[in-house]
Each structure stands twice: as C-alpha cells, then as structure tokens.
C-alpha cells in the first residue's frame, strides 16, 4: 500500500467504487489478518487525533512568576539576602509564593473541571479481522480494516462504505447539516462535496439509522476531522485585552519604579551623603512600596471567582483571562444546529386540497394542537386560527396515517423525556400523529407493511405496500419530487387533476417560512405482488398534501438574543444550512437583519478587504465551511471588533480558537471544538452565554474597583520612601512595613471588592471599549488624590508623634502604619460606588465581605501592634488610646474628602449631561 506521504493529494475514495477502493488499500472484504492489521498500526499509528500535550504541574507554576513586577520582587528578595537582611527577603519570597500558588490552583481547577466532559471517538469498533468479527479499541483501526457500524454507533474512523441497509448518518459536527445525510454504497462525482459525499461515513458522525460495512480508508490525523484539528495549529490564539493593558501596564510601571527607585536612592547617596547600602536598602524599600503585589493576586482571585460562578451556570471557563473577555465581546458568530435550535424536528403546517392546517407545541413531546389556520394567508404564527377535531376533517386523518406508516421511527418518552428512534425528521411526522391522538403502533399493527422501498438521496422518496382498506403503496418525499410521480389530487369527493402551479405556490409558501417540505401521495395496489421496484411508485400517485417541518429554536436562546442586543451584542447566525431557512431560524430569533444571507461561495468569492465591508452589514451565513467561519472572525477583528465563537462541530474548531472567547457546546460538542474553545457550556444552551457575559462584565467592574483601591495604598507608601530620602528625613514607613501592608490589605480589603455585586446596568449598557486603558484619566485622578492624602495622614501622625509627643521612631512608625491601614479601610467603603455616594447603610454596611475583610484587618493590625514577637520581627511599639483616636479622626477626614470629590464628579456629570444635545444614536434608541 503507498504511503501517504507519498500521495501529491487527499486520496478521493468517494469517486471509487467499494472493490477499486479495497483493491487500493491492498485489502479484502473478509478483513485483514492480525500480523498484517499489527504492521499497518506500527506504520500509520494509532487512530486518534493529536492532542495537545497537558502542561506539567512545574511549568505551570513557573509560568506564574512570568511577570515583569513579580521578577522585580524576586531580584529585590534576592538583593535583600545578599545584603544580609534574611528576614526582609524571606517576607518579600513569601509575598511572591501566596500570589503565585493563587494563580497556579485556580488554573488547574479550571482544567480539571473540564476533564469530565472531554470525549470524541468512539472508543470501540466492530471490525472483522481475517473473517472473524471482533471488538477492538477504536484507537486499533488502520487503513484496510473492515468495520460494521448501526443505529446509535459513533463512526470511529473515514469508511468507504461497501455495503448498507436503509442507512444514514448524523453529520452536523462535521458539514453543519441539521439533519442526517441518507448513504448508499454507490460511488459519487469526484468534485462532490464533503456534505454530499453519500457513500462515505466519516469519523466522529453518529449512525442514525440502518447499518453498514465499510473498509477503513483514513485514520486520525488523517481523517475529515483530523484534517480540521490540523487546522488548529495554524491558527494564532489572541492576547484577551485585560491581559494586553495588565502587560502593558506592568511593563510601563516597572520601568518607572526601577528607574526612581534608582535615582532617589543616588540622590540620597550624593546630595545627602547616606551609606550606599542604607541606601540601596531604601531603594529597594521604595521598589517594593511601589510595585502592588497584591494586583495579580487580586486579579487572579476575581477571575477564579467568575470562573467558579459560570460553572455554577452550566459554563466551565478553561482560560481565567477569558472571563474577563466576556465583558468586552461585541459580536456573536453562533452555530445554529443543536445551539440556537433544538435539533428536533417539528411538523408546523399541513397543506390538503381543502386548506392548511397548524400544530402548536414544539420538539418530540407530543404535546399541542390541530388548528385550522386562518384565511389570511400572513398569519403564519401556529397557533392561530380555530381548533378542530379530527373527527370532522378525514382528509387530515388520513394524511397523518399515511405520515405514520411511510416511517420507520418510533416515539418513546425516557427519564430525560420524549425522545425518536430513528430519522428525527420521519419522528416528527410520529409527533404529528400522536398530537392528533394516533397511537403509531397500534395503526402499524393494524395496517401491515408487505413490502418498502428506503429512502434514497437520488430517488428522493420512499414506498411503503400496506394493507389500508385494501393495498395501498403509500409515498412520502421530496415534493418536487413527488409532483412529477403524481398526475391527481385528492378532492373532498373525487380525486381531480393535480394543479401543479398551486402546489408548487404553497411549497414556496412554507418554505420562505424555512420550514423543510414533505409531500404525501398513495394509489390503490391491491394488483402489486412480490418485492416493490421503484416502476411500482413513480406514476399514477395521488397527492394528498405536503407538511412544513422545522427546526425549532430554543425558546431560552429567543429570550438570549433579546438580552444580547439590549447589551449592544450582535448575535450573527453562521451555519451549514441553506440560507432559506437560516434567514427564517434568525428571523424567529429575533436576529436585526434577516432580509438577507451571504452563502460560502459568496464568501469564497470575496477578498479580505470586502468580507470586511460586509462583515458588520450581514446577520445570517450560510453554507459556510470552517475556512469560510475562520475568514469571518478574522474580518471581525480586522474592523477592531472583539467578538465569541459558539459551536459544537469539529468545523467550528479553527474558528473557536481564533475568536477573541471560543464557547464550546459540552453535550453534544466535539473534542476538537471543546479543545479550541475558552469556555464550554455543560447545557448546550445559547443562553448560558448572557449570564456569562453579565458575569465577565462584573469581573471587569470589580478589577477596575479593585485596582482603584490597591493603586494610592502604594502611591502613599512610595511617596512617603522617595519624599523622605529627598528631604533627608527618617524613613516613615520600612521597607518590610510596607511588605507587611500590601500583603495584609491585598488579601483583605482587597479581595473583599472582587464580591461586589454587579451593578444594575450591567447588561444594559454598551460593551466597554477594549482598547481603552485600564487607569483612564479618572482612575488617574482618584489615584492621586488618595495617594496624597494617605501619605499627608503618614507623615502628619509619624511627626506628630516623634515630635509632638516625643515618643520614638518605633512608636512613630507603629502610628504611621497603622494610619495607612485606617485610611485604607475608609477608602475601601469609598471605593464600593466609583461615584454613587457611600453615605448610606446599603453603601457604609451592606457588603459582608468588606465588613468581614474590615474586621480581620482590625485584628492583624492589633496583633502586629501589640505582640511581642510582631513588634520584634517589624520593630513596633503599642500605641495609646490617644494615638488611636487621631488616626480614627484623619481616617474619617479622607472618608469625607473623597465623597466629596465623588459629589461633585456627579454634579459635575449632571451638568455636561443637560448642556449637551443627545446625539442621533441616543435619539435612535430612544425613539
């Protein structure tokens, strides 16, 4: 057999008969013998998709330290120890540890959660190895094997099929078609399309019905799914934006930090003539007073925490970062099949001779009514019109039998509910029936089936010969089909001349509504004897009726499309289906433009620079391959949009991996797009993805607060270090002192922040720009000032106390810290509204994690002032009932100028708001 290296181009084993396919593959029908089937596993290896390699425990801990501020605290740790200051460097190493086991637990938390729902190929195969049938792992498989599948076998690699009975396959995952492909053995075109390459199984689809045998012709890699995961590897992963302005952010502040942690440290040693090591100790002091080690830290946590709540939703989040992202998506590229609709079939409109008829109700639960619909022919909802009885309409009754036997599915309710064994759309004429109050098995046992004639994709219908006041060879299909096998209609009294151009105006009719069409026809046979031949079925039929099927949404998803736009979200609908019916499916929705759809080829014949035009124009894509939904996302982020991928399909996958948060479907989803996606939905629903969203937005919200809050506890304390050295004076605050607030504060007060709650507008308002900085010039502002005046309350209660009371350095810095942490804690209540005011219970009292933050604060802070062996470690002293109500004064004065700032922001808003004119898009939204 030639190896596959070898071959210039994809081998087109659709275009071969079954013997030239075997004849190739050096293969028999009676399978391969051991020794040979032994070879071809060492030559081609084991059938199963590459993945990629887990990272170890060790690099994923390390990877936590790859930061530009932690390395600056493990060179200062370092600088420390080497300058004979043990305890100093042990501090600042144990800071660096706590943050970086924080990160490194989370992340793995974050996959094992996703471990219990990996799973793609069928792990077992029934193969015949030298003319004896067998069950092997999957993973065994080779080229020239010979594989048996049936109803309900996942395809565990590429089959060339040899022989099948009534066969089909559910092939969604892989071409984006919602409802399964009819196979045959009979060789196609070789230009044929993947999706309509009848004679072929492919690995990963599901066996819907009938069985087969098939010579194995791909493994693995080399399968149509292997060939996509291929893909993957190809394509580029984005940087989420909070990642992008946190390394940015990162860099920028080392850069400053080390560079003034340098220069104050020579002033002091030129102009003031201080000890160079003193001096080096300051600047090191002063680094680490400037670098907020507590930021990832808190980061980390915020992100952890809405990992921890979307898995409390049904979405597992594999990549903390991508939380955040969430907050920021704008655009939705959604699959439609199994995430926007149900992917069961149902039978919606009935069209006899004498009129249509609705059903109401949706999916396999034969729950609902017949309905007479009204006259006026836009009224397409079903569930208008009169109810009627079955009893007075026998042309309806009749169409339904005929529906009932001309099927070979059946209805069976579970524990998880309805469900159809068999073709979901032949399930659905069985639903029809039993809403109708027909009992299908009772109707079969009362009508037998001598004889059928399958389905077939070129015949495009299928017989069955029963036995139904008389023979009678009853026919259901394609209704283009069917109009040419028919040469009458059934009238109320007497069959009548088929109106062919009333017909063909009623199936245009369902169809713009994207309902898929069937048509119904019988004759009398009681002169058919023996087996049915196709002669038998195509002339002389009466037409009895055609019936609009749908793939009906999820009635969650509706309500998510709503949300999505209300949040300035654009959800764009791209699948494999014909446009037709995607523009009807988007339309129900509730999608903006449904008036058109751009199709593959359309795309195809586009260049980057039009898709990119057309990108923000169009709702519905169809037809699209997985280059063409790759293109698309590109285009996408081409025009600065920032934007979610959601499917199941291994054809999703390359595009999952591109998108800005790739969501995966968990149930239904395949191992390549779970593998490409950030997130996975445990439900398979498209409304999980609001409260994701809403969730991101609030970790956004809460990181922004929180940076707002840790950001002037530094800028005081590095500003208390750098004024001291220039005027000479003795340090306020030691460098191990401000280690010990970053720690207790960040794992404290500032954790408590990332528990706020989200705010009332946070799914009302427009997706926040990703390019704009984190410290916007407000956060700027508020940052200053704070700073400023946090370290006017060191400097005030340190002099004060050294020299207005006289007490010494050690008590002098017990105050000066303990000021800090006390105007800390006010700030931390400010900080709750970036604006709304705190004067109010909800404001001063209604979070229980500031106030338990508070209280843990309030008892460090008095062991460290008043333990022995604290004060020996920080060099401390205990402070008086007066020095306490000093620093509870200053606190309160910083509480009350802040609130002030923040009242005259808002006034300040309010202003700015009356003078100036809405502009037309506000006119827009709010007329």
């Not at 949300?563 to 929705?589: E, S």
């Amino acid at each position: 057999m030639p190896d596959r290296d070898e071959q210039e181009a994809r081998t087109p084993w659709h275009a071969m008969s079954g013997d030239e396919a075997l004849e190739r593959l050096e293969a028999e029908a009676s399978g391969l013998d051991d020794g040979e089937a032994r070879r071809r596993l060492e030559q081609y290896g084991p059938n199963r998709l590459q993945q990629e390699e887990a990272q170890p425990w060790w690099k994923r801990l390390l990877a936590q330290f790859n930061n530009v501020l932690m390395l600056i605290l493990v060179v200062a740790a370092v600088a420390s120890l080497l300058l004979g200051k043990p305890l100093d460097a042990a501090v600042i190493l144990g800071v660096v540890v706590i943050i970086a086991l924080i990160g490194f637990f989370q992340e793995g938390k974050a996959e094992k959660a996703l471990e219990s729902i990996r799973g793609m190929l069928s792990p077992q195969a029934s193969v015949l190895r030298g003319g004896r049938e067998a069950q092997i792992d999957a993973e065994e498989l080779v080229p020239g094997d010979i594989v048996k599948v049936e109803s309900g076998n996942r395809v565990p690699a590429d089959l060339r099929i040899l022989d099948a009975k009534r066969l089909n396959a559910e092939e969604a995952a892989l071409t984006g078609e919602s409802t399964p492909v009819d196979k045959a053995d009979e060789a196609v075109d070789e230009d044929t399309e993947l999706a309509e390459r009848s004679d072929m199984l492919f690995a990963g689809t599901i066996v819907a019905k009938g069985t087969a045998t098939g010579v194995v012709v791909e493994t693995g890699e080399q399968t149509e799914i292997g060939r996509i995961s291929e893909m993957l590897r190809g394509v580029e992963q984005l940087k989420t934006p909070l990642v992008e302005q946190l390394d940015r952010a990162g860099r920028v502040l080392a850069l400053f930090i080390v560079g003034a942690a340098l220069l104050t440290g020579a002033f002091g040693v030129l102009v003031h003539g201080q000890p160079w090591t003193e001096m080096f100790m300051a600047s090191v002091g002063l680094a680490v007073a400037a670098i907020p080690e507590g930021l990832p830290a808190i980061v980390t946590i915020s992100l952890a925490l809405g990992v921890q709540a979307m898995a409390r939703k049904n979405a597992i989040v594999r990549r903390l970062p991508a939380v955040e992202t969430l907050g920021s998506i704008a655009t939705i590229f959604s699959d439609k099949t199994g995430t926007l609709t149900r992917n069961e079939m149902t039978a919606q409109a009935i069209w006899l001779p004498e009129g249509e008829f609705r059903l109401t109700g949706i999916g396999f639960a034969p729950e609902g009514e017949l309905r007479l619909a009204p006259r006026d022919t836009e009224d397409t909802d079903e569930a208008s019109g009169e109810s009627i009885s079955l009893q007075d309409y026998p042309a309806l009754a009749h169409f339904l039998e005929v529906g009932a036997l001309c099927n070979d599915a059946d209805l069976n309710e579970g524990e998880e509910g309805w469900c159809i064994d068999g073709d979901p759309t032949e399930g659905a004429l069985v639903v029809a029936a039993a809403k109708a109050g027909i009992d299908t098995r009772e109707l079969r046992d009362s009508h037998g089936r001598e004889d059928a004639i399958p389905f077939d994709s070129e015949r495009k219908y299928m017989a069955t010969l029963n036995e139904h006041d008389g023979k009678r060879l009853l026919v259901k299909g394609a209704p283009d089909r069917l109009l040419e096998m028919c040469t009458k209609e059934r009238g109320r009294d007497e069959d009548a001349e088929l109106d062919r151009d009333a017909w063909e105006e009623r199936i245009h009719e369902l169809s713009s509504r994207g309902l898929r069409v069937l048509a119904l026809a019988e004759k009398p046979a009681d002169d058919l004897t023996g087996e049915l031949s196709d002669s038998d079925a195509e002339e002389g039929l009466v037409l009895l009726g055609i019936v609009g099927l749908l793939d009906p949404p999820r009635e969650a998803a509706i309500e998510a499309v709503k949300n999505c736009q209300r949040a300035g979200i654009r959800p764009v609908m791209v699948t494999g289906d014909h446009a037709v019916t995607a523009r009807a499916i988007a339309d129900q929705l509730g999608f903006a433009r449904t008036d058109r759809a751009l199709s593959g080829h359309e795309i195809e014949a586009m260049s980057d620079e039009e898709l990119e035009r057309e990108i923000t124009e169009v709702d519905v894509y169809a037809r699209a391959a997985p280059e063409h939904k790759l293109r698309l996302v590109k285009a996408m982020q081409a025009r600065g949009g920032i934007c979610a991928m959601t499917g199941d399909g291994v054809n999703d996958g390359p595009a999952l991996k591109r998108a800005d948060v790739g969501v995966a479907m968990g149930v239904q989803g395949t191992e390549a797009a779970k593998e490409a996606a950030e997130m996975v939905l445990t439900d398979d629903n498209f409304a999980t993805i609001v409260g994701a969203v809403a969730e991101g937005r609030k970790v956004y919200d809460n990181i922004r607060k929180s940076i707002t809050f840790i950001l002037p506890t530094n800028g005081a304390e590095s500003l208390a270090i750098l004024l001291a050295i220039v005027a000479g004076f003795t340090l306020p605050i030691t460098g191990l002192q401000v280690l010990w607030v970053n720690m207790i504060t960040a794992v404290t007060l500032g954790i408590a922040l990332v528990f706020e709650p989200a705010e009332e507008n946070v799914m009302t308002r427009q997706p926040r720009d990703p390019h704009a900085p984190l410290l916007d010039m407000f956060m700027l502002w508020r940052v200053i000032l704070v700073s400023l005046l946090l370290v006017l309350g060191v400097f005030g209660i340190f002099a004060w106390i050294l020299h207005g009371q006289g007490g010494s350095e050690a008590l002098a810095r017990s105050g000066a810290v303990n000021m800090l942490v006390a105007g800390e804690i006010v700030y931390l209540i400010n900080s709750r509204y970036l604006l709304d005011s705190s004067l109010s219970w909800r404001g001063l009292f209604g979070s229980r994690a500031a106030l338990i933050a508070i209280a843990l604060v309030v008892l460090f802070q008095l062991g460290w002032t008043y333990l022995p062996f604290m004060q020996v470690i920080f060099g401390t002293e205990g402070l008086s009932l007066l020095h306490w109500a000093v620093i509870a004064v200053a606190s309160v004065a910083v509480f009350l100028i802040v609130e002030a700032e923040k009242w005259l922001l808002r006034r300040r808003q309010a202003d700015t708001a009356a003078e100036s004119p809405p502009s037309r898009k506000e006119k827009a939204a709010a007329g």
